[in-house]
């Protein structure tokens, strides 16, 4: 390097732009000509006499030069974000700091509320208890041919040989099933007949001859119901963050301590979709340097999490959002009646 250029660089880097502006007229053109006579490599944008200066420096390196080693660089600067396996992971050692990418307005309950539960396995829903007033809508029309061979199964387990005289309280198929002596027998020829028609079933439900089955066709439909929707709930938070994440591969590891390698210490890892990392790197800086004020540098933001809300908050990128919704769908729950039924029955 000439003693020209040396003056300059050294100027440049100890922060005297006093000294360089009233030649260059904007930092930017400083950079543009250590770029063409190829002393970017001397300038640290991480160096604390350039902290005034750091988004701009890092801009141009990034968006302008094209610069990996700075990339590499501001990358280092974000402690959740590890490379390994040629990508990019995110470390967390408390899942609901991804609650922090979530849109958190007004609402009495936004997107962040659900997901920072979600991500937290916290229940912050009150449980539905009365989910249906009709449980043969509900839960015995919906049942798949194998729980109602088991509901077949467990009807005449418990009504073994049973029989009934006929009177005008019976239902109609009992009349039409009964003997010349108006006995009707309940036998494994027609129990099915009994399931298929509402008012034989509940006759036998509404006066106590199937024990508890009524209680633990109501428990069945509570607890589908509500693992319906808390399965609503977090599809839609996992989903939001597939924006970002190969949310499939997350999982849990134990890592050691760097102050006790004895110690483990549990972190969540998300491996980073391609390019994320460094597209929102060079979009941070990009929108900072738009912004014309140099709080939060790279290196004082710390995480890349803590990039990313700083860009959303500011509108420079959106929140991951979704819509709460009121009540689950109704084909899940009724997946979830058919999955549960043999637990119960």
């Known amino acids: 390097m000439s003693e020209k250029y040396l003056k300059y660089v050294n100027a440049f880097n100890n922060g005297d732009m006093d000294e360089l502006l009233p030649y260059f007229e904007t930092v930017e053109n400083i950079l543009r000509f250590f770029h063409k006579k190829d002393l970017l490599d001397y300038i640290d944008p991480f160096d604390s006499e350039l902290a005034d200066y750091q988004i701009e420096i890092l801009n141009y390196s990034l968006n302008v030069a094209n610069d990996k080693e700075i990339l590499e660089k501001c990358i280092a600067q974000l402690s959740d974000v590890i490379y390994k396996d040629d990508t990019y992971y995110l470390y967390l050692r408390d899942r609901e700091d991804l609650a922090d990418l979530f849109y958190g307005g007004s609402r009495d309950t936004s997107a962040r509320d659900v997901a920072k539960a979600v991500l937290g396995e916290d229940d912050m829903w009150d449980r539905w208890g009365n989910t249906t007033d009709d449980i043969y809508r509900d839960v015995i029309e919906e049942l798949n041919p194998e729980n109602i061979e088991l509901l077949k199964k467990h009807i005449l387990d418990v009504l073994t040989n049973w029989?009934?005289?006929?009177?005008?309280?019976?239902?109609?198929?009992?009349?039409?099933?009964?003997?010349?002596?108006?006995?009707?027998?309940?036998?494994?020829?027609?129990?099915?007949?009994?399931?298929?028609?509402?008012?034989?079933?509940?006759?036998?439900?509404?006066?106590?001859?199937?024990?508890?089955?009524?209680?633990?066709?109501?428990?069945?439909?509570?607890?589908?119901?509500?693992?319906?929707?808390?399965?609503?709930?977090?599809?839609?938070?996992?989903?939001?963050?597939?924006?970002?994440?190969?949310?499939?591969?997350?999982?849990?590891?134990?890592?050691?301590?760097?102050?006790?390698?004895?110690?483990?210490?549990?972190?969540?890892?998300?491996?980073?979709?391609?390019?994320?990392?460094?597209?929102?790197?060079?979009?941070?800086?990009?929108?900072?340097?738009?912004?014309?004020?140099?709080?939060?540098?790279?290196?004082?933001?710390?995480?890349?999490?803590?990039?990313?809300?700083?860009?959303?908050?500011?509108?420079?990128?959106?929140?991951?959002?979704?819509?709460?919704?009121?009540?689950?769908?109704?084909?899940?729950?009724?997946?979830?009646?058919?999955?549960?039924?043999?637990?119960?029955?």
Do not use: C
Request: aromatic fraction near 16%; hydrophobic fraction near 30%; proline fraction near 5%.
């Open 163 to 345: 029989k009934i005289e006929v009177d005008d309280d019976s239902p109609d198929l009992f009349h039409n099933y009964a003997d010349d002596e108006g006995i009707f027998y309940l036998t494994p020829e027609n129990v099915g007949d009994v399931i298929g028609d509402e008012e034989s079933f509940m006759y036998l439900i509404d006066n106590d001859y199937l024990d508890n089955l009524s209680s633990e066709l109501y428990g069945i439909h509570s607890n589908a119901y509500n693992s319906a929707y808390e399965t609503e709930v977090y599809n839609n938070v996992f989903g939001e963050l597939e924006t970002f994440f190969d949310v499939k591969t997350s999982k849990w590891e134990s890592i050691p301590s760097s102050y006790n390698p004895e110690k483990l210490i549990e972190h969540y890892v998300l491996k980073f979709n391609p390019n994320e990392v460094v597209n929102s790197i060079r979009k941070y800086v990009a929108e900072r340097n738009n912004w014309g004020y140099y709080d939060y540098n790279i290196d004082s933001v710390g995480t890349w999490i803590n990039m990313m809300s700083t860009l959303m908050d500011n509108g420079d990128e959106p929140w991951l959002d979704f819509r709460i919704p009121d009540y689950p769908s109704s084909s899940l729950v009724d997946k979830y009646i058919n999955e549960f039924f043999p637990d119960y029955i």
